[in-house]
T-cell receptor, first 114, second 117 residues
Framework: AQSVTQLGSHVSVSEGALVLLRCNYSSSVPPYLFWYVQYPNQGLQLLLKYTTGATLVKGINGFEAEFKKSETSFHLTKPSAHMSDAAEYFCAVSFSGGYNKLIFGAGTRLAVHP | ETGVTQTPRHLVMGMTNKKSLKCEQHLGHNAMYWYKQSAKKPLELMFVYNFKEQTENNSVPSRFSPECPNSSHLFLHLHTLQPEDSALYLC????????????????FGEGSRLTVL
């Protein structure tokens, strides 16, 4: 069965520090991988996605993620955190072949302090 | 502004009430979704519609009744809910079903926060 695990429900960093949010997936077929962000009182917004090709994917707001098949991981990083990055981040996976739904991880809440 | 509008943003209802949540998308998409977001739980897919036809019902209790009159509008009719149904209900749309040309970008509304007393 396919699943997504996000390590750490809460992550706290200082402004200017590296952001690292971890995501591991389980899949028997090649996955499509995503990171979504949810700001308070808003819906989810796509940050970036991996489908095929280059394994290092760049997204909005300076975030990037690298697909590592051998580690079944898709960790999200940003070199320097900004206060406005405080939000909840969701990793998600879908699959080719007509499968029509995203499977979401439980989310990681990122806090950024001065 | 994502192009997906949900109303009402907040709803409080008793267990015997009947109410509806509305979702409208202005993106020209063909597929629409209802998700449930509860505290400390992953997002749960409830229903999927493609060109007004329901393609997925993820074992949702019958007290939740979806309606999709056209590709731009999606409703979730609620009746005899339980307190554990209190959650944020998110509507989303996509250009097509995942795997059918769309690889996963969903456009979400801001959600309807439901409280069942």
């Amino acid at each position: 069965a396919q699943s997504v695990t996000q390590l750490g429900s809460h992550v706290s960093v200082s402004e200017g520090a590296l952001v690292l949010l971890r995501c591991n997936y389980s899949s028997s077929v090649p996955p499509y991988l995503f990171w979504y962000v949810q700001y308070p009182n808003q819906g989810l917004q796509l940050l970036l996605k991996y489908t095929t090709g280059a394994t290092l994917v760049k997204g909005i707001n300076g975030f990037e993620a690298e697909f590592k098949k051998s580690e079944t991981s898709f960790h999200l990083t940003k070199p320097s955190a900004h206060m406005s990055d405080a939000a909840e981040y969701f990793c998600a996976v879908s699959f080719s072949g007509g499968y029509n739904k995203l499977i979401f991880g439980a989310g990681t809440r990122l806090a950024v302090h001065p | 502004e994502t192009g997906v509008t949900q109303t009402p943003r907040h709803l409080v209802m008793g267990m015997t009430n009947k109410k509806s949540l509305k979702c409208e998308q202005h993106l020209g998409h063909n597929a629409m979704y209802w998700y449930k977001q509860s505290a400390k739980k992953p997002l749960e897919l409830m229903f999927v519609y493609n060109f007004k036809e329901q393609t997925e019902n993820n074992s949702v209790p019958s007290r939740f009744s979806p309606e999709c009159p056209n590709s731009s509008h999606l409703f979730l009719h609620l009746h005899t809910l339980q307190p554990e149904d209190s959650a944020l209900y998110l509507c989303a749309s996509s250009q097509g079903l995942l795997g059918g040309g769309n690889t996963g970008e969903l456009f979400f509304g801001e959600g309807s926060r439901l409280t069942v007393l």
